[in-house]
């Protein structure tokens, strides 16, 4: 089955306590994404990758950091969460070739305190 | 830098009702993708319909359908008949044609089905 799988789907932390939400994708897609989404705001692009070892900042990418080492894989690193990054987090990935329809993995609820 | 704008962040209707959102967005691209997704309360971002900025014709994916009017920058979505089952928060959402496969997404609109 060709799906987006994100790790782990909820999180509860402590402020500063590096974490790691896993994204891997089984559709040999190029491109991945990540956004945040929060009430009001919509969702919005955290970092992008266009392809492995290809990545760049999205519009909010201030306390993340993103690594593409495989085609599959597109981890989000929080080095330092803060309670500003309690939020809703989604992977995407698509490819150059489907008419620009991302699939998205199933979103990863994340609460700093 | 484009932008996207749902001005109903929340609508009520009953069950096989005909309801419509708004979406409006700005941009100085000439070519674009528009899209509509849906997240019910599982989450999960379940994409609707889209719309090629080139077509003249409006998108239609059974019962919804999108009035695309590119000259006034409006993209909204019509669902007719609606069921239970459309009960979920909508996003209206805009990619460049080229480039970083962006998505730049809406406030988003919670659409409630009443029974």
């Known amino acids: 089955e060709a799906q987006v799988t994100q790790n782990p789907r909820y999180l509860i932390t402590v402020t500063g306590k590096k974490l790691t939400v896993t994204c891997s994708q089984n559709?040999?897609?190029?491109?991945m994404s990540w956004y945040r989404q929060d009430p009001g705001l919509g969702l919005r692009q955290i970092y992008y990758?266009?392809?492995?070892?290809?990545?760049d900042k999205g519009d909010v990418p201030e306390g993340y950091k993103v690594s593409r080492k495989e085609k599959r894989n597109f981890p989000l690193i929080l080095e330092s969460p803060s309670p500003n990054q309690t939020s809703l987090y989604f992977c995407?990935?698509?490819?150059?070739?489907?008419?620009?329809?991302?699939?998205f993995g199933p979103g990863t609820r994340l609460t700093v305190l | 830098a484009q932008t996207v704008t749902q001005s109903q962040p929340e609508m009520s209707v009953q069950e096989a009702e005909t309801v419509t959102l708004s979406c409006t967005y700005d941009?100085?691209?000439?070519?674009?993708?528009l899209f509509w997704y849906k997240q019910p309360p599982s989450r999960q971002m379940i994409l609707v319909i889209r719309q090629e900025a080139y077509k003249q014709q409006n998108a239609t994916e059974n019962r919804f359908s999108v009035n695309f009017q590119k000259a006034a920058k409006s993209f909204s979505l019509k669902i007719s008949d609606s069921q239970l089952g459309d009960t979920a928060m909508y996003f209206c959402a805009f990619m460049k044609y080229q480039g970083a496969q962006k998505l730049v997404f809406g406030q988003g609109t919670r659409l409630t089905i009443n029974p």
């Open positions: 559709m040999n897609h190029e491109y």
């Open positions: 995407a990935s698509s490819s150059w070739s489907s008419y620009n329809e991302q699939f």
């Open positions: 990758s266009m392809n492995v070892e290809v990545t």
């Open positions: 941009t100085s691209e000439s070519n674009y993708y």
